[in-house]
């Protein structure tokens, strides 16, 4: 039986060795503040054209799946991590390609984003993961500001544990990571059961390990 | 050195020996009665300033020139024309300069423009008449303030402030300088224009570079085509949150040092995109403090405060870039929780130069194969103020060693001939045509 695209994806980042834990001592602190006993580089893929091709081609289907054929006039890849996966994406569809810059650089309607396109443009912004969504917003703001229609926003993977990240679409969870963790023994029992009960209560988690405990 | 340069031009020169020797004599003259043990020194509205003048008045007398001295006791220089109901043609530059300063700055302007009216009287057949200013008062460095004191008193822009302006270590106001120099301050503080813009057909000033740019390109002269504005914030305050540094983890931070320095990386990071884009730009944060009262090593600074200045030729860049500045102060404020007060913002206005003099100019130095960068100027000058009044203007430079404001300036009389052709010719040129419109 092939097994579901989210528990493909999350099996192919595990075995890329893509995933970190810390669940003993100091923890993670990600760059919103949250701590975490996981860390998931999902950028590393760059590294593996095999894991990497059928990464793309299980995110291609989802990204139909949810947004229909034919849904979009470019893609748009967030700096820095979101670059490359966008690329690929847009290289698969035939579709212009944009990258969104962190900050703008000068003034003028493209200051924050490198390409060209016509205002009214429909546009998939894509990055490498979500954590509770923040940073997407500046990205997707750069983009209306240059009247983009930002029709979606995906991501490779989405956390999903750190409260709403809007309307974000993704290929897989954390869920799905520790699903397939535990399927395939790619993950020590111990660390995992650790995990899944910070994957069950983040904000307290986080809280109690000197990380923020909300937006 | 000098011999070669009736050999490159194939245009005849304008200048002979005598207007040269007395040049040199002029400067040697200045250097003389203005050596401080280290440099110049020439007060803004002080007795070395007026003594300066009065040489220059003499050696225009000596040469049958009319002279007069004006209500903020600016000495003019005039060489009337057939038709002295024309507007004039006019050139000039200050004479004072900042303390331990160099002979060049200012005076090089003066001396030319002398040498031209020189040159103009002997050759005859003028319809415009030509003035020299011998300006008072450009050097911010005694007065303080947006400085041009002569320049503006002329088109009527001195205000209450300027008189009030205290000279650096002393409590003497401007307007007592001004008042001890004979000026009519009942004229001054009306601030009847003494000049109407509509006097002039161009103004011209000749100035040595005080940046880098000639020395680079290996060209003695310069003809400019902006004088960038700027605009001074003298003191932005950061405020964050002062906190142990051992025991404050980084996101619970607020460093009003960090913020700083983020703010004016991503600044310089604007600066090189707009300049990419073809902008002019120069940014600056000269002065930067943390508060010694508090500040520690062991210490998350919980406020600094730092200057910032950024000039351009463009006004709309100045706007832009105010907005992009404040715009990232707001994003940086609310990434890392600090907030930046920016304070008053001080604008000098961009000066643009006449096309059509910058053109008439070119042509000038090309016909005497004299090699003419055309550039914009990073300083301020007298000149900006004829702009930005109204009047037709441009400068030309003359390349210079090792900057300005220092004596160790480095003009080689050599290019200082070579700008003031440029100068000469192009005001003479203009003299001797009666019709056009101002350019
Ligand atoms: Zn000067």
Redesign the pocket.
């Known amino acids: 039986m092939t097994p579901a695209p989210a528990a493909e994806a999350a099996r192919i980042v595990l075995e890329a060795g893509a995933v970190y834990t810390r669940t003993s001592g100091d923890p993670f602190f990600f760059s919103s503040g949250w701590a975490s006993p996981i860390f998931i580089d999902i950028k590393r893929l760059i590294a593996f054209p095999e894991a990497r091709d059928r990464l793309i081609a299980l995110a291609l289907a989802r990204i139909e799946a949810l947004y229909g054929e034919g849904a979009f006039d470019q893609i748009a890849g967030c700096e820095l991590a979101g670059v490359p996966f966008a690329a690929i994406v847009a290289d698969r569809l035939r579709l212009p390609l944009v990258v969104a810059k962190k900050q703008s650089r000068g003034f003028g309607r493209l200051a924050q984003l490198e390409g060209a396109f016509d205002p009214g443009a429909r546009t998939l912004l894509i990055d490498d993961l979500t954590t509770d969504g923040r940073t997407k917003a500046n990205f997707r703001r750069a983009l209306e500001a240059a009247e983009a229609d930002v029709v979606g926003v995906f991501v490779l993977l989405d956390y999903r544990v750190f409260g709403a990240g809007g309307d974000i679409g993704s290929l897989m969870t954390l869920a799905d990571i520790l699903a397939a963790a535990r399927a395939h023994a790619l993950l020590e029992p111990g660390p995992l059961g650790v995990i899944e009960a910070f994957a069950a209560d983040a904000a307290g988690w986080s809280r109690r390990n000197g990380g923020i405990g909300g937006v | 050195m000098q011999s070669f340069i009736g050999e490159i031009g194939s245009a005849p020169l304008l200048f002979g020996a005598g207007e040269r020797a007395l040049a040199e004599q002029l400067f040697a003259g200045l250097k003389a009665m203005s050596f401080d043990g280290v440099g110049i020194s020439r007060e803004t509205y002080g007795p070395g300033e007026t003594q300066a003048m009065a040489l220059i008045e003499t050696a225009a007398k000596q040469h049958g020139l009319e002279t007069c001295w004006d209500a903020a006791r600016n000495l003019i220089v005039r060489l009337p024309g057939a038709a002295p109901e024309l507007p004039v043609a006019a050139t000039g ?2 004479v004072d300069s900042v303390p331990e300063g160099g002979n060049y ?2 005076a090089a302007g003066v001396i030319a423009g002398l040498m031209t009216l020189i040159a103009a009287k002997r050759l005859g057949g003028r319809q415009r008449t030509l003035e020299l200013y011998v300006l008072r008062g ?1 050097e911010s460095a005694w007065y303080g303030g947006p400085c041009y004191f002569g320049s503006r008193a002329l088109f009527g822009q001195l205000e209450a402030s300027d008189f009030a302006s205290a000279r650096r270590g002393s409590d003497v106001t401007l307007g007592a300088a001004m008042a001890a120099c004979g000026a009519d301050m009942a004229a001054l503080t009306a601030g009847a224009p003494l000049l109407r813009p509509e006097h002039f057909q161009a103004w011209i000033e000749l ?1 040595i570079e005080q940046g880098p740019v000639l020395v680079a390109k290996a060209k003695p002269v310069g003809i400019v085509t902006g004088i960038r504005g700027n605009v001074r914030h003298r003191r932005v305050v950061c405020r964050g949150e002062a906190a142990h540094s051992g025991a404050v983890p980084r996101w619970l931070r607020h460093d009003a040092v960090l913020a700083m320095a983020e703010l004016l990386m991503r600044i310089d990071e604007h600066w090189r995109v707009l300049l990419e884009w073809g902008e002019d730009l120069v940014v600056t944060s000269g002065i930067v403090e943390t508060n010694p009262r508090e500040h520690a090593v062991s210490r998350v600074p919980g406020e600094v405060s730092f200057a910032l200045e950024y000039r351009s030729q463009d006004a709309k860049t100045l706007q832009s870039f105010g907005a992009l500045i404040r715009s990232e102060c707001d994003q940086i404020g609310a990434k890392r929780g600090v907030a930046f007060d920016l304070g008053p913002a001080l604008p000098t206005k961009p000066a643009k130069m006449s096309e059509d003099l910058v053109e008439r100019a070119a042509a000038v130095a090309a016909a005497k194969a004299i090699p003419a960068e055309i550039m914009p100027s990073g300083a301020g ?1 007298d000149t900006a103020v004829f702009a930005n009044a109204g009047v037709p203007a441009t400068m030309i430079f003359v390349r210079n060693e090792h900057g ?1 404001h220092n004596p160790n300036e480095a003009m080689d009389m050599a290019d200082f001939f070579l700008g003031a052709e440029v100068l000469g010719q192009t005001l003479l040129d203009i003299a001797v045509q009666p019709e056009g419109d101002r350019p």
């Open positions: 530059s200050h700055d200012g450009e100035h000058h300005s």
